[in-house]
Nanobody, 124 residues
């Protein structure tokens, strides 16, 4: 299984970014696809997750209302994270991850597969 994250960059506060995670190597119909982020000196934290089969979505309180997850089954099993109204505290390396659907949606150690990360920097 390979997860390829992309779409990070430098953006001003209030701006938007769309992160992409292209998944390959297996069928993901019963998988959870998630985004985590890690800022310097901080623990990796949950951002959002999507149930590939059912389409359910989960968001951290810190991004709820500003983030939207979507999927594109026709484009190499790609999951998108649209982030709006970005804040300097959103600055972090963003990682996509995947695991079989189940409990512990928000726990990074529960995830089996990880992408390489993409840097998001929000300037004030």
């Amino acid at each position: 299984v390979q997860l390829q994250a992309s779409g990070g960059g430098l953006v001003q506060a209030g701006g938007s970014l769309r992160l992409s995670c292209a998944a390959s190597g297996r069928t993901f119909s019963n998988y959870l696809m998630a985004w985590f982020r890690q800022a310097p000196g901080k623990e990796r934290e949950f951002v959002a997750a999507l149930s590939w089969g059912g389409g359910s979505t989960y968001y951290a309180d810190s991004v709820s209302g500003r983030a939207t997850l979507s999927r594109d089954n026709t484009k190499k099993n790609t999951v998108y994270l649209q982030m709006n109204s970005l804040k300097p505290e959103d600055t972090a390396v963003y990682y996509c991850a995947a695991k079989q659907y189940g409990v512990e949606v928000r726990v990074p150690t529960a995830y089996t597969y990880w992408g390489q990360g993409t840097q998001v920097t929000v300037s004030s």
